[in-house]
């Protein structure tokens, strides 16, 4: 007796948005499949994996991450290192400098790094600004500016501040930006209506609904992203029809899990293993769970996650 | 589906003889519908009717015990593809996988995995041993692998192998992940002469599904499907289709647990295999065998786990009671907060990061969160006072100092009329802001 198979093929799909110029552009979202059901039927635009670095460099008591960005010091020759990494199809910069709370660096020095890092690079570019309310109001307009015709996309316009970052980033200049919520569907929700109020359409946002690490309530995240992409696909809700990204790297070397040294807890191993293990899963779960990219730190991460991706689709 | 009342209700006696405990038979009906009385309750229903309802009041997809003791563990039963539908049953189990070659080694790597996160015992709970064509080096490998005490799976389509085998391990309930649409026969009968789960395996979900529904003929249900190492792509497109066709489509003859080999799908890649292992924790895999298992690998996996399997309306935990982080004590300062683990993982996460030696006091909340808490009355100046005097941390502790949650600094007065002699000192509203608070406070 043959099995009967029912593949399930929505009739409403994710809309798609596309981040950079040229060859190396890339699309996210568009599927009208499970993320990763490739079984059902074709996912549109397999989920994507970029790599992240901060203008503080990367750290390089990692083996792994230091062999990769070898001989590279300045930002533009690290920008270089981090697309090369096999996997990579996009680059994410973070302005840790311009955090009020740490170095305080000023707009103008912060939009001259993230110059530096778009001109270097062919791939397209995400940049994650201080993550201060204020601050990024007034930075992430003025790096927008700047990126005029890289089609980048900025990451983390609240519902504090997502005003004036849209309608400059969007609007102004032709810029992507991404909405970041507090893991509820209701909350992401109410944003992305805030930014069709602004008139910014679909094809030009990503959403960040909120992001952990696994073992740190990671059950809220899951559950966020299933019901957000169930909404879209079986309820053709178009307020979250919007491609999900998943910032990974901070989150996952963080934690004490990767931040412990071997001295302090010795039966662990590796530090650099116990984080590529905390970003692999972390990743791996959330694109089960619906998101579209996500950003993960270590070559080692970027080069399995990307592996496993290419995989299943 | 399930029955609705009336269906079930048309095959009672109807005369109300309130022997099942309820007033009415339409009233036992409803109730046996919704699942919260069993239909063998009433004694005078026909065998007939009692086929039929047995049939379809049983649940989408059976519950499987392997092992015994302290080692016995429930895989399956789930009823949601969803978590948040209502709550996954049955934690994914991880297993190592072993051949006679490498069973000291990767035994003994494993074993140093076990620790106690937040109430649960995280190891290896299973060992897979696999048959490679020789019999004697196989139950070898059986003999080291049941001396962990684990519960086992035989990796052995061998009918001669496998019988040999389960004469050694047979008391310890492991599984024979053997049979195969050509010997399907023979593995049943070993199963059931041993009484133990059986595996099934085939190289597509039709023949698979022809093999399980003559196992189903031959009254075998205590099966678990094997998802197949073909291919990765294969493999996670059987372990969904499987799981969705028991849940959503309410096909009986896939409604049982499944067993994943990522060592086969990713040979050697172990980085590989931990993003496969975290795959089918997510989605659908009741058991998962990995090549080796170290805290590399562990702490992200078994975290994930964790959360996976969390009842959505049961909040995670942690135990009350004192916790002296950087090696705090009885001259370090005190700070309070709630019982809601992800609270307490990300305050004891922020005071490691710190530094700073702090005495970190856990009351019961309820397992909400601070402010949650605080609304809903569970976390008061009262009931702080009282654990602090209860617990005999006033004497355990000599620094009286004590540290609020920002959010609640409006206990701060209370607090001080009911621990009088302690200094209340307001933390900040958010947990990142603790490091840069706590060095300045000891500054």
Known sequence: MPFKHNPQVFSSSIGETVLGTGEKALTLGGENVWSLYSFDGAVKNPPAVGIEFSDQGPDRSLPGVAAAYEGAETLAELAKKAEQVPGVQFVAFRLAGSDPNGDNESVADSVAKVKEVADAISLPLVVTGSNNIDKDAELLPKVAEALQGKNALLLNAKEENYKGIAVAAVTAYGQKVSGESAVDINLAKQLNVLFSQLGIKNENLVENLGQGVVGYGFEYIISTVERVKLAALTQNDAALQIPVISPISTEAWTVKESLATEEEIPEWGSREERGIGLEVSTAVASIAAGSNAVILMHPASVATVSKLIAELV | ?443
């Not at chain 2, 409803?30 to 086929?51: D, N």
């Not at chain 2, 015990?65 to 949601?80: L, S």
């Not at chain 2, 075998?220 to 493999?235: H, P, Q, Y």
């Open chain 2, 1 to 443: 589906m399930a029955l609705k009342g009336l269906d079930i209700f048309k095959l009672t006696p109807k005369t109300n003889c309130k022997e099942c405990g309820q007033p009415t038979c339409m009233a036992f009906s409803m109730k046996v519908a919704q699942g919260s009385v069993q239909i063998e309750q009433c004694p005078h229903m026909s065998e007939e009717a009692l086929a039929t309802l047995g049939e379809a009041t049983a649940p989408p997809m059976k519950s499987i015990k392997i092992g015994v003791g302290e080692e016995e563990h429930t895989i399956g039963g789930e009823t949601v593809l969803f978590r948040h539908d209502k709550t996954f049953v049955s934690k994914s189990l991880y297993g190592v996988s072993v051949t006679d070659a490498n069973a000291d080694e990767v035994l003994a790597e494993a074993a140093k995995v076990d620790y106690v996160r937040i109430g649960e015992h995280m190891y290896v709970e299973l060992v897979n041993v696999a048959f490679e064509g020789d019999k004697s080096a196989f139950l070898s490998a059986v003999k080291k692998a049941a001396a962990t005490g684990r519960t086992l799976v035989l990796d052995v389509q061998d009918g001669d192998a496998a019988k040999a085998a389960l004469d050694l391990v047979k008391d310890t309930k492991p599984i024979l992940n053997g049979a195969n649409p050509s010997n399907y026969e023979a593995c049943n009968a070993l199963a059931k002469e041993y009484g133990v789960v059986l595996g099934v395996r085939a190289e597509d979900l039709d023949a698979l599904y022809t093999t399980v529904t003559a196992l189903e003929g031959l009254g075998n249900k205590e099966l678990v499907l094997d998802v197949g190492g073909a291919s990765i792509k294969d493999a996670f497109g059987n372990a969904v289709k499987i799981r969705r066709a028991a849940l959503k489509d309410n096909d009986r003859s896939f409604g049982y647990p499944s067993i994943v080999n990522v060592a086969k799908l990713a040979p050697g890649d172990e980085r590989l295999q931990t993003a496969l292992a975290s795959l089918f924790t997510s989605k659908y895999g009741s058991i998962i065998i990995l090549e080796k298992m170290d805290y590399g690998k562990a702490l992200g996996l078994y975290g994930l786990r964790q959360n996976v399997f969390t009842d959505p309306q049961k909040p995670m935990t942690v135990e009350t009671g004192l916790y002296p982080i950087n090696g705090a004590g009885e001259n370090d300062p005190c700070a309070f907060t709630v019982d809601f683990a992800l609270t307490y993982f990300i305050i004891s996460g922020e005071i490691e990061r710190s530094g700073v030696p702090v005495n970190l006091i856990i009351p019961d909340a309820g397992g909400y969160s601070v402010l949650t808490a605080w609304s809903a009355g569970k976390l008061t100046a009262d009931s702080i006072a009282k654990f602090i005097k209860d617990e005999g941390l006033e004497a355990k502790v000599k620094n009286h100092t004590l540290m609020v949650p920002g959010k609640i600094s409006v206990l701060k007065g209370e607090l001080e009329e009911n621990l009088p002699g302690w200094k209340i000192v307001i933390a900040p509203n958010e947990a990142i802001g603790l490091p840069k608070f706590l060095k300045e406070f000891v500054a």
